[in-house]
């Protein structure tokens, strides 16, 4: 939501996306008033820096820390994170006082102890194999928790994967002949939670929920999630199958967690992809329930060739590093259109306020710097120059900036604030300066739009290509310019399509974020 003035100055607490305060706090005009209220300002989930996502908290960081320096007006920063191996980095980072302001818990400060379990099984990874197998041993565990009277949450990497991991356990129940370890019509509230269940919109929840078992992602929605969160809760679901979404954002302990392969698909490099540590970690945080158990037990059932590399990460834990080079051409660009980088001398002082300036300190060789660099340039000050032009000379390529060779500074053009103030990247401004035409018809504007960068993460599946076809035939105004079984040729369809029927929209299976984009023309 945006807030008015009136309302900002009604506001004592602000909750919020990373996104959405770098949107507000880039913002010359409109905005100050709110960012100037600010005196404390905390980060959940601070080892998200690890994350892709982690180069807007370092912006964010850097710019109140700089606007702390330049207004002398003091601004707390406190980071959380349960999963943090390298905190004095990142302590540094944030400017903390290690002596008074740095709070490490470890392992004994847990409620309940965590007991860890590392499961391998034959096949390769991806392979009909492997899928059998751990599809075998997840279940093997499962069963062995449910003969425990324990809750047991399994972890998969799919929505999709949830309800078919839910009703290939029930099947492997029945086969088995261990039904009545899902039984839950027993339970004291069982009448009650059936009149509850039957209020559900979700047809597979309402017939699962009779055998046991819930479902739990992103994809469903609010009131069936709150619903399985409830149930879990009460005892009268004995197996909830959901995706990370749940560790991450929903505090729902259980007794035994179970992670189901460690292969995740990647939209963005369009491959299968090993489970982040930290994710491994955030869902191990989730066994265990003070109030019932002495200790959680948690299972990582993975390939053979998986198995060292998940046992030596868990108990070794890696250092989170920075991915603040990824981002830092539109970063960079915000700075600039803001007015508090103007030269690049300023902007090499502003990379000093990174974690990735932190990092490359501690481990050069991971940014491609040599040990002797470091140790002929202690502040590194030569190579944070060198991003700094490279950057600068590529955001004056794409007409963002005007920047001076010669004297060095760093001027915004309306280009570069556009793409500031409406966050578009600047790949995407690249392929606007070359497709823009004088005359463009609105087909030429919607076939740039859909070539965005922005659209990269919605892939085009062979499932969908009909129902596209027949959008593009029946209800598209402008003709299409892309190959028609292509990413951009169905961002392109679904931006001209006025509204989607909600049985289009399912068979499309367009995933959350790309929902954000796709306004009515």
Not at 18 to 33: A, I, L, Q, Y
Not at 209 to 230: P, V
Not at 358 to 382: A, T
């Amino acid at each position: 939501m945006h807030l008015t003035k009136a309302e900002v100055v009604r506001t004592q607490i602000i909750v919020t996306t990373p996104e959405k305060w770098d949107v507000v706090t880039r913002k010359s005009t409109g905005d100050t008033e709110l960012v100037q209220k600010v005196r404390l300002l905390i980060i959940d989930e601070v080892h998200m820096l690890h994350d892709e996502r982690g180069a807007v908290i370092e912006s964010l960081v850097a710019r109140t820390q700089r606007q702390v320096e330049s207004t002398q007006s003091m601004i707390r920063i406190v980071g959380l994170s349960a999963t943090l191996p390298n905190f004095v980095d990142v302590a540094m980072f944030l400017k903390v006082n290690l002596s008074q302001g740095l709070f490490y818990f470890d392992a004994s400060f847990r409620p309940v102890p965590l007991e860890q379990h590392f499961v391998g099984v034959k096949g390769k990874p991806g392979t009909k194999l492997s899928n059998e197998n751990l599809d075998k041993t997840a279940f093997e565990k499962v069963k062995e928790m449910l003969q425990q009277d324990h809750q047991v949450m399994v972890f998969v990497h799919s929505r999709k994967d949830t309800l078919k991991t839910a009703r290939l356990f029930y099947q492997m129940a029945v086969d088995e002949m261990c039904l009545e370890l899902l039984d839950n019509t027993g339970h004291g509230q069982y009448n009650q939670a059936c009149k509850e269940m039957a209020r559900s919109k979700g047809r597979e929840l309402r017939e699962l929920f009779k055998k046991g078992f819930g479902i739990h992602h992103a994809g469903m929605l609010r009131s069936d999630r709150n619903l399985m969160e409830k149930m879990f809760g009460h005892g009268l679901i004995k197996v909830l199958c959901c995706t990370a979404t749940l560790a991450w954002g929903v505090n729902l302990p259980a007794a035994a967690v179970v992670i189901k392969g460690t292969q995740i698909y990647n939209t963005q490099k369009g491959s299968f992809m090993d489970l982040g540590i930290l994710d491994v970690l955030q869902i191990f945080g989730r066994a265990g329930r003070p109030q019932f158990q002495q200790y959680g037990i948690g299972f990582i059932c993975t390939t053979h060739d998986k198995l060292a590399h998940y046992l030596a990460a868990v108990t070794q834990q890696h250092p989170i590093e920075s991915r603040f080079d990824e981002r830092i051409v539109d970063n960079l660009n915000a700075e600039i259109a803001l007015g508090t980088v103007t030269s690049i001398e300023e902007g090499i002082q502003w990379l000093g306020y990174s974690y990735m300036f932190v990092r490359w300190k501690k481990n050069p060789l991971m940014y491609g710097i040599e040990w002797q660099e470091l140790s002929d340039d202690p502040h590194l000050y030569s190579q944070r120059k060198k991003l700094i032009v490279k950057a600068a000379r590529r955001l004056q390529q794409t007409q963002m900036i005007i920047f001076d060779e010669k004297t060095q500074s760093l001027t915004p053009k309306n280009t570069g604030r556009i793409a500031s103030d409406f966050y578009i990247l600047n790949n995407s401004i690249e392929i606007f300066n070359n497709m823009m035409k004088p005359q463009a018809t609105e087909a030429d504007i919607l076939t740039m739009l859909s070539l965005s960068g922005e659209f990269d993460n919605i892939q085009s599946r062979d499932t969908e290509s009909q129902e596209l076809e027949t959008l593009r035939k029946t209800v598209c105004p402008c003709e299409i310019g892309s190959a028609k079984d292509t990413s951009h040729a169905k961002v392109n369809i679904l931006l001209q399509v006025p509204s989607l029927p909600p049985e289009v929209a399912i068979a499309l299976t367009l995933n959350s974020s790309s929902l954000t984009f796709l306004k009515p023309v």
